[in-house]
T-cell receptor
């Protein structure tokens, strides 16, 4: 069964460093999302992406964040200068025209 | 903004018993979805109920939706130890993003 994959599973970085989180959505999906979950808290929407552009973003998704679909398969989230409060699980999701979003296993980001 | 709140926050039951979790939200929705998350893992989609539906079944899962009360419930019948996980409701409104609730941590004791 097709699934969303994410790499790495765990990323440790120093405050101020740039990180790129990678996702491979399901191949025929058209809509892509990033969510994050700070430990013990809700899953929060960050950004949605369709037709090679951002369709919606939350207040969390400030200028430090960017997304890209550099080729036909990858979907990346870049954090330019990480802060301690960026430590969280980051989930990628994708969907077709239907409503169900398929989530990846997540990348645990730890900012020291 | 939409906000899903689940109750109870934690639920502990014996294997074979039924588990009921509730979710409330604040604004109008297009659909409501339930997800399961095993500790430290990703989100697994369980079931989706549209705003014009009142009840839906999938295997041992039964979901109800009351749009007048802005609430939903998830019932897991004949629970198993493998059902131990966190369960989240997520609402989708006019846009495509999902707004997640706070989750219910279910522990099924063997």
């Amino acid at each position: 069964e097709p699934e969303v994959t994410q790499t790495p599973s765990h990323q440790v970085t120093q405050m101020g460093q740039e990180v790129i989180l990678r996702c491979v959505p399901i191949s025929n999906h058209l809509y892509f999302y990033w969510y994050r979950q700070i430990l013990g808290q809700k899953v929060e929407f960050l950004v949605s992406f369709y037709n090679n552009e951002i369709s919606e973003k939350s207040e969390i998704f400030d200028d430090q964040f960017s997304v890209e679909r550099p080729d036909g398969s990858n979907f990346t989230l870049k954090i330019r200068s990480t802060k301690l409060e960026d430590s969280a699980m980051y989930f990628c999701a994708s969907r077709t025209m239907g409503n169900e979003q398929f989530f990846g296993p997540g990348t645990r980001l730890t900012v020291l | 903004s939409q906000q899903g709140e689940e109750d109870p926050q934690a639920l502990s039951i014996q294997e074979g018993e039924n588990a009921t979790m509730n979710c409330s939200y604040k604004t109008s929705i297009n659909n409501l979805q339930w997800y399961r998350q095993n500790s430290g893992r990703g989100l697994v989609h369980l079931i989706l109920i549209r705003s014009n539906e009142r009840e839906k079944h999938s295997g041992r899962l039964r979901v109800t939706l009351d749009t007048s009360k802005k609430s939903s419930s998830l019932l897991i019948t004949a629970s198993r130890a493998a059902d131990t996980a966190s369960y989240f409701c997520a609402t989708r409104g006019a846009t495509n993003k999902l707004i997640f609730g706070t989750g219910t941590l279910l522990a099924v004791q063997p």
